[in-house]
Every structure is written in structure tokens, then in C-alpha cells.
């Protein structure tokens, strides 16, 4: 095999559309509102197609400046997003989610990336972004499910104390799947691509390891803040 990842033709690329215009086909067919997913598609070409070009410009650049605001646009966003299966007004909340996921997933990250990693320089792009980009998507997925299941339980009058642990419990289902599968049912992104790049399996398995200790505890930490900081604006609802 190749050292280095071969290049998809854009012509070979357009195949891998041919199934998913299948699925879209049934989802209209089986009138589940087919807009919302060719819109998810349309939306997800574009938006990596601009990042592509976006990062090879931000990787080639040597300014620590530069990586922070990049990090700093994804917290932001990630903190938006997350609040938008509460029904809480998100101004309400916005600093909570964004607190919990800059101490959750930020302490995270400065721990992987300088006593784990040790990059030199510290704000190296190459890494920070992707690894920035992975902690906080978690960060912000584990506090969406974790909120919402929060608000389900104190509706049906649960005690905060009982609801916050279902809600813990049910905000890490997903990344706990992932602990499980791992190696036996999945090989995880970052550890295919190591591989494709012509990188030893032996040490792709500890980038990965790396990775899915990074995405638990930020997951868990981000989720746990979050809980704790709503308590009192459910309980007003």
C-alpha cells in the first residue's frame, strides 16, 4: 500500500452521491419530508468544500492568533447549538452551555494537546483545530441530549437529584456505544485515516485511545457542568 492517501477524482467522488439520492428517493417516496435531508446534503458539500479551502490556509499560517479565534468561533457555536432541544429561551442558558463546555471540553484539550501531544508549537493547527473541533462537538452533543432528557424528567416531577443522574446516564448512550464498538465492531475515523496514510495500526491505536479518552471525559465533564448550572432555571418552568 501507498505511504501517503491517494486522491478521489472529483468523477469518482459524484458515486458516492448515487446511494444517497437512493435513500432521499425513498424518504420523499415514504413522504417523510425529503427537503430536510437534500438540504442536510446540499448544506454538508458546501460546508466542507469551504473548510478545506478554509483550513489549508489556517495550517499554513504562524500565527497563534489565528487557531484561537478559529477554536473560539467553534466554542460559540457549539455552546448555540446545543441549547436547541430545550425549551428554555437559549439566551437564558447560552453562558451555562458555554461555560460547561469551555471548562469541560477546554480543560480537555489543553491536556491532550500539550502533556499528551506535546505540541510544538503549542498552537500547532494541524492538530488543535481537529482535536478543538472533536472535543467540543462532543462536548455540545452530550449537553444537548443531557438537557433535554433533564427538562423530560423534572416535567414528569422527578426529583432534580434522579433526574440529573438519567439525564448523565442517557447523554453519555452514545460515546459509551462507541467504547464498546471500537476495535470490534468500528474502526473510528481518525485511526482509518492514520492507516490510509500508510501509518503504522500500532501506532494509530494510540492516537485513537488518546481520542476516545479525549471525547468520554469531555462528554462527561461538559454534560455534568451543564446539569449542575440549569438546575434552578428548570425548576422555574
Known amino acids: 500500500m501507498s505511504g501517503s492517501v491517494a486522491t478521489i477524482p472529483l468523477l469518482n467522488l459524484a458515486i458516492a452521491f448515487i446511494p444517497v439520492i437512493v435513500v432521499i428517493v425513498i424518504i420523499a417516496r415514504w413522504q417523510l419530508g425529503f427537503k430536510s435531508s437534500a438540504y442536510a446534503v446540499c448544506r454538508m458539500l458546501i460546508q466542507l468544500l469551504l473548510i478545506g479551502y478554509f483550513l489549508t490556509y489556517i495550517f499554513k499560517s504562524e500565527s497563534s492568533l489565528v487557531v484561537v479565534a478559529v477554536l473560539a468561533i467553534m466554542l460559540f457555536s457549539a455552546s448555540w447549538i446545543a441549547l436547541r432541544t430545550i425549551s428554555v429561551p437559549r439566551k437564558t442558558l447560552y453562558m451555562k452551555s458555554l461555560i460547561a463546555i469551555l471548562l469541560g471540553g477546554g480543560t480537555i484539550l489543553i491536556l491532550m494537546s500539550q502533556a499528551v501531544l506535546n505540541l510544538s508549537p503549542w498552537y500547532l493547527p494541524s492538530y488543535l483545530i481537529p482535536l478543538g473541533g472533536m472535543i467540543f ?71 485513537q485511545i488518546m481520542v476516545m479518552c479525549m471525547i468520554f471525559s469531555s462528554a462527561g465533564l461538559s454534560a455534568a457542568l451543564f446539569l449542575t448550572l440549569i438546575k434552578n432555571d428548570l425548576k422555574k418552568q
Open 137 to 207: 462537538a462532543n462536548s455540545m452533543n452530550s449537553i444537548s441530549l443531557a438537557g433535554e432528557r433533564l427538562e423530560t424528567e423534572i416535567n414528569r416531577e422527578v426529583p432534580y437529584a434522579k433526574a440529573r443522574s438519567i439525564a448523565l446516564q442517557a447523554s453519555l448512550i452514545p460515546i459509551t456505544n462507541s467504547l464498546f464498538a471500537v476495535g470490534l465492531v468500528s474502526l473510528p475515523g481518525m485511526m482509518t485515516g492514520q492507516i490510509l496514510s500508510g501509518i503504522s495500526p500500532l501506532i494509530a491505536a494510540r492516537y
